[in-house]
């Protein structure tokens, strides 16, 4: 069995805290159809084409030394007899305040070109002058794919302590991607996330040489690339 090692690196002046330095240059693009485990939410669907054993960090510094969003986690995922297992760990810190979740995701493949997964997911709030607060959350994902397009959905439902669960606790995103060709790849994603309007994103991806790639992304909200 193959073993992969990956480390990212990136420093981000606005972005979202649920986002790891692999997904920074796409604006969070890869939510549904990411091509492999984040340290952040994903689509756990993918983990059913999963064929290696990886490991990945992730580390985002606060921008300019600021204790703002600085983040970082490590996610992990081992490829067992057609299924696929991923576990992660991910820090937040806000300010004062210290983020500490968990998740595991599992995959199966339904099919040659046809995938669902689940994904259960703790984390905790450390407040310096205020209790801490815990939350929870699952969910499912479906992903289809053929040749020259994909498509995915994912949707979970988040609970937290103290505050009875609601619809608008629901979360969820589609997304759909084309394959151009092999150096050229367009996906556009919509996240809809508790009390606020669905997020946009979109990314192209080119690939000039077979060791390069160049990503141009989009998201209708403040990214710290691509607008």
């Not at 820090?91 to 994904?119: D, Q, V």
């Not at 020259?148 to 103290?162: C, E, H, P």
């Amino acid at each position: 069995m193959q073993r992969g090692l990956a480390f990212a690196l990136a420093f981000a002046s606005v972005c979202s805290a649920q986002d790891d330095a692999s997904s920074v240059a796409r604006c969070g693009v890869g939510e549904i159809l990411g091509a492999a485990p984040r340290i952040g939410p994903f689509n756990p669907a993918l983990l059913a084409w999963q064929i290696r054993t990886s490991l990945m960090v992730s580390a985002v510094p606060a921008p300019f030394g600021l204790p703002t969003l600085a983040r970082g986690g490590i996610v992990a995922t081992i490829p067992f007899w057609g299924t696929s297992t991923s576990v992660g760990v991910q820090a937040t810190r806000a300010g004062t305040s210290l983020r500490l979740s968990g998740r595991i995701s599992w995959g199966i493949g339904l099919g040659e070109n046809t995938a669902a997964g689940i994904h259960l997911g703790m984390a905790s709030w450390q407040f310096p002058r205020y209790a801490s607060v815990s939350e929870w959350d699952a969910g499912v994902g479906f992903l289809l794919r053929s040749e020259t397009a994909v498509s995915g959905a994912r949707i979970s439902l988040r609970a937290q302590q103290g505050r009875p669960v609601s619809a608008s606790d629901v979360v969820w995103g589609v997304g759909c991607g084309l394959v151009a060709s092999e150096d050229l790849q367009v996906t556009a994603e919509a996240i809809q996330e508790p009390f606020v309007p669905p997020v946009i994103r979109c990314a192209a991806v080119v690939r000039p040489m077979a060791s390069v790639e160049l990503v141009l992304a989009w998201s209708d909200v403040p990214c710290s690339v691509g607008g």
